[in-house]
């Protein structure tokens, strides 16, 4: 399965990409973890990348598309991937289209103006990545990894409110780009995290 997530920033795409790689065991790619993981070791890549990310800009696609190439060469995805937050727009799908065009692209479908919330309360694991929200989880270590869970510094809300004005401007327009192509199925993410699952799950047994 080649398989691309598609949403705003908080509409859950790291949250649903966990539980469809542990469902359907597809190689989980985000570029934003990717860019912190190098943000965290100092490579000049992570250095690179986060005069862009704290200002909640994206990182040129010279670099972006570059990282996500030599990922894709890797043994995990000789079966596929399941991108999340890569394309994010249109010179990255297409140079996606030449590096290893996906099956399908799924859009989660949310609320623009619920997102401020949904991103200012996240928290995540600093080890592994998986997401929590302050109304439902109150502690500081992973339940999955036992990781220590933090608040990203660009989940503030001056960073989150360019990151949702650049995903308006240039990620959204992929929606009709894929649909074009007639690769895009939607589900809609202002359900609870697992009714999303289970529409996920519908449209991916669908295409077995
Ligand atoms: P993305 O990867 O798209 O940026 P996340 O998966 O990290 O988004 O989710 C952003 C925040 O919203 C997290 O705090 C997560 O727990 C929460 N969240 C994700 N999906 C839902 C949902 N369906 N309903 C309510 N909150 C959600
Ligand atoms: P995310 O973890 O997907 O919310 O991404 C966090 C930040 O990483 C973004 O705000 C961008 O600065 C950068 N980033 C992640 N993916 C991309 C991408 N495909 N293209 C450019 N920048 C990206």
């Keep these: 399965m080649k398989l691309v997530l598609l949403g705003a920033p908080g509409a859950g795409k790291g949250t649903q990409a966990t539980k469809i790689a542990e469902k359907y065991g597809v190689t989980h790619i985000s570029t934003g973890d990717i860019f912190r993981k190098n943000l965290k070791e100092g490579t000049p890549v992570g250095l690179k990348a986060k005069a862009y990310i704290d200002k909640g ?17 890797e ?11 890569f394309p994010r727009n249109v010179m990255q799908a297409e140079a996606l289209d030449k590096m290893s065009a996906p099956d399908l692209v799924l859009n989660i479908a949310v ?6 919330a949904r991103l200012t309360g996240r928290r995540v694991c600093s080890a592994c990545g ?11 270590k992973c339940t999955k990894c036992g990781g220590d869970v933090i608040q990203r510094a660009d989940d503030n809300e001056e960073t989150v409110g360019k990151r949702l004005k650049v995903y308006t401007d240039q990620t959204q327009p992929l929606i009709d780009y894929y649909k074009a192509q007639g690769k895009l199925a939607e589900v809609d993410g202002m359900k609870a995290i697992d009714d999303v699952f289970a529409e996920i799950v519908t449209v991916l047994d669908a295409l077995a």
């Design 57 to 73: 800009q994206l990182v040129p696609d010279e670099v972006t598309c570059e990282i996500v190439a030599e990922r894709l060469k």
């Design 75 to 85: 043994a995990d995805c000789k079966t596929g991937y399941m991108l999340d937050g």
């Design 111 to 116: 609320d623009l103006d619920k997102l401020m």
């Design 130 to 140: 998986e997401s929590y929200h302050v109304s439902t989880f109150s502690g500081n």
